[in-house]
RNA sequence: GCGGUAUUAGCUCAGCUGGUUAGAGCGCUGGUUUGUGGUACCAGAGGUCACGGGUUCGAACCCCGUAUAUCGCCCCA
């Protein structure tokens, strides 16, 4: 309070983050690295290159894609102006991003393109377990291929994607078709015609999106819809014999591919999507009922899910190209993953107890010394950190809980070149020794007798 | 956008019917013990009981609002 003392600066109350984001640490920060360094090894067996699109774009490029589920494009996408006046959107989907680069970029000239992305995507919703505002997703897309065994890669690719992350039972890929555009139309009028047969029937809900989005009355969960949607005409009834015989390639080429129908896959003659560029093949892996997996995931059960796309690109002022694609929520597939190891650095270095002026020195300088040291591990490839706060045996305890190999203990200073250390394996029948020994030129350990050692670590 | 539940120490949570100074475990800091190690004991720091109003002699507890999380609905590109 007096007035001498230089006024501190108020402290202001702290920012709180923004409601549907998250910060990621620890064990979760390492799950979701997990699944993205996973995605990254797979896709490269399939030869999936690696693209970067924005994270925003011109408003257009996702109203147009998205068309006329104004529901989506109205209330649900981050959409401001610039300082220039242009409405610009953080991207919702990395798919219509991707056909707006293809097209003006010239992608075409490429060929067939098979491209993988991942990254952060933003939708305005209401949070809720394994459901953010800010989210991130992995994709893989193939553009340019009309043929079924592009629809058929994509599929293994996801299933080998699933299975290296240890997802494996429990889970179903649900496939079905929807057709070409004819065969499309013909089931959407089918299935109006259906749903107004049994107007009076349908929930509230259901009845309002007989006039929206009639298809999606298939996957409603109001009991008094069930009955209804199961007595709707699939869409085989309504399948041209082109879509048909796409269909059978893409079943058959699962088949070789190892994928067989009851076994590894299930028609799911009611999987919808609501937007009519999509054609042909539509797919979700969802968790089955009652299963570890649908625990864990809580209301939000689709895992991966994709389908092919042969209208997008037209729709957004490109060439007529036929195109597939999936995308995965990396959060979800984050909480179904096993704990992979802690990556902690193998050795930890630290100052012992007994460490005096006497005996050291240039203790002042210890942390230039621990600079010194470390670089030379880490230039040969030895992960190393430092700690020095709080007792010997809470740093050693610490150590260990995190996973190190061993403790780095600096005793006292030998001479120039050398300084005496004592090393704690903190696993068992662990030759920390040897391990640096084995990788080092310059910082090399020699015995000094008690489980001492002198570490030469003159550069 | 709609409905339910929750929010107490850094973390996980107790806290009776509204009643004195708010509790534990873990973690953190220090000490003793141990002395090639995942020990035990002792002590300490750490709280605007989410935030803002209200009721009451008195509120962590009851009521209203807000925020956030969570469960479901709607939506799902």
């Given amino acids: 309070m007096s007035d001498t003392k230089p006024e501190r600066p108020k402290k202001i109350p702290t920012p709180r983050a923004i409601r549907g984001t998250q910060d990621m640490f620890g064990a979760e920060a390492a799950r979701f690295e997990h699944v993205i360094d996973s995605f990254n090894r797979v896709r490269k067996l399939y030869g999936f290159k690696r693209v970067e699109v924005p994270v925003f774009e011109a408003t257009a490029v996702f109203a147009r894609s998205l068309g006329e589920t104004t529901d989506v494009v109205s209330k649900e996408m981050y959409t401001f102006e610039d300082r220039g006046g242009d409405s610009l959107t953080l991207r919702p989907e990395f798919t219509a991003g991707i ?10 000239q490429h060929g067939v393109l098979k491209l993988a992305t991942h990254g952060p995507l933003f939708r305005y919703e209401r949070p809720q ?16 291929a009309a043929e079924p065994a592009a629809d058929v890669e994509l599929l293994v690719l996801a299933d080998h994607l699933l299975k290296e992350l240890g997802i494996k039972d429990g889970v179903t890929l649900r496939l079905n078709t929807l057709g070409d555009a004819e065969s499309r139309a013909a089931w959407r009028a089918g299935l109006i015609e259906h749903f107004t047969k049994h107007r009076d029937a349908l929930s509230e809900d259901s009845q309002a999106r007989l ?10 969960k109001d009991p008094r819809d069930i009955p209804v949607a199961q007595a709707a005409p699939d869409i085989d009834a309504y399948l041209t014999d ?17 994928l067989k129908e009851g076994e590894h896959w299930q028609r799911d003659a009611r999987l919808v999507r609501g937007l009519d560029y999509y054609r042909h093949t539509a ?28 209208g997008l690109i037209e729709n957004l002022g490109g060439p ?25 650095p193998e ?93 080092s030129r310059n910082a090399v350990l020699a ?13």
């Fill in 211 to 220: 006039e929206r989005n009639p298809m999606r009355i298939l996957d409603s």
């Fill in 347 to 439: 050795f930890v270095l630290s100052i012992d107890d007994n460490v005096t002026k006497q005996n050291y020195p240039d203790a002042q300088h210890l942390d230039l010394e621990f600079s010194r040291i470390m670089k030379l591990l880490r230039n040969a490839e030895i992960s190393v950190h430092s700690d020095n706060s709080g007792k010997r045996d809470r740093r050693i305890e610490r150590a260990r809980r995190n996973g190190s190999k061993a403790m780095i203990f600096i005793l006292r200073r030998v001479d120039q070149r050398e300084v005496l250390v004592q090393i704690v394996p903190l696993v068992p029948d662990y030759d920390a020794v040897a391990a640096i020994n084995s990788k």
């Fill in 242 to 258: 082109e879509a048909g015989a796409f269909f059978e390639k893409v079943s058959a080429g699962l088949a070789a591919a190892g």
């Fill in 320 to 344: 007529a190209t036929p195109a597939v694609g999936w995308a995965a929520g990396i959060e979800r597939l984050a909480m179904l993953v096993d704990e992979p190891l802690e990556d902690a």
């Fill in 283 to 310: 797919f979700e892996f969802v968790p089955d009922a009652g299963s570890a997996w649908a625990e864990r995931l809580g209301a939000q059960s689709t895992i991966l899910g994709g389908g092919r796309y042969d």
């Fill in 99 to 108: 056909a707006r680069a293809y097209i003006t970029n010239g992608w075409q």
């Fill in 447 to 459: 015995n000094a007798g008690t489980g001492t050692h002198r570490l030469n670590c003159k550069i």
């Fill in 129 to 144: 377990k394994g459901r953010f505002r800010q989210f991130h997703q992995l994709d893989a897309e193939v553009i340019g």
